[in-house]
């Protein structure tokens, strides 16, 4: 009996280190699948963060001078429609900055296009705008786009419009900014733009 009792609990104690073996194993799968997830969505995200760094975000962003055609744009070399002022908001670089803009008429109107340059993080330009004549100055329903470029190749869209306020001041309403070309999936294209009107800014 003595040796049946000691097989018994013999028995009993491989079984519950089996089963204790088997659980630790459980839990050390389960501690790595973790850890693995954690480490995987933490490069997720810092791969975000580095891609989001590169993104530049070019946007008209005219002085009251420019709205009102008062000095310095009331005259050569930067009379107030042969430019855009512009700014690059985003923490990108911005290259091959270049505004479109649309008149509307009966036969398709018209549209003009600016000499593209490229702006640094923060930067402002005054695009020129290539009239190839004499500029229009009717800019009471204008229809514009910046189109531009990060160091990655993606490009990028910047929809606005210019309508005539009070006291004949220029306003220009910025819409959406859009990654229309790149690796990654474009973000708002094809949304309707959401207008957000910019006063002039004062100097």
């Keep these: 009996m003595v040796v049946g009792n000691s097989l018994f609990w013999a028995n009993w104690s491989v079984a519950i280190g089996t089963i204790a073996v088997a659980l630790a194993t459980l839990a050390l799968a389960w501690v790595t699948r973790r850890s693995v997830r954690t480490a995987t969505d933490e490069l997720r995200l810092e791969r ?80 020129r705008i290539n009239w190839g004549g004499d500029p229009r100055t009717d800019w009471a329903d204008v229809s514009g786009a910046l189109t531009y470029s990060d160091i990655t190749g993606a490009v990028w869209l910047t929809q606005f419009h210019v309508s005539i306020g009070n006291f004949d001041r ?17 973000s708002t294209i094809g949304k309707q733009s959401r207008w957000r009107r910019r006063r002039p800014s004062k100097l």
């Design 48 to 127: 975000e963060r580095l891609t989001a760094s590169q993104w530049p975000r070019v946007f008209p962003n005219p002085p009251l001078t420019w709205s009102e055609g008062a000095p310095p744009y009331n005259q050569d070399p930067t009379p107030w429609p042969s430019v855009l002022p512009v700014k690059n908001g985003g923490p990108g670089v911005a290259l091959n900055v270049r505004a479109r803009l649309d008149w509307p008429g009966r036969a398709g109107g018209m549209h003009v296009e600016s000499v593209p340059t490229s702006l640094a993080p923060d930067d402002s330009a005054d695009l």
């Design 170 to 186: 220029r306003i220009v309403d910025v819409g959406e900014t859009t990654r229309v070309v790149a690796d990654l999936p474009t």
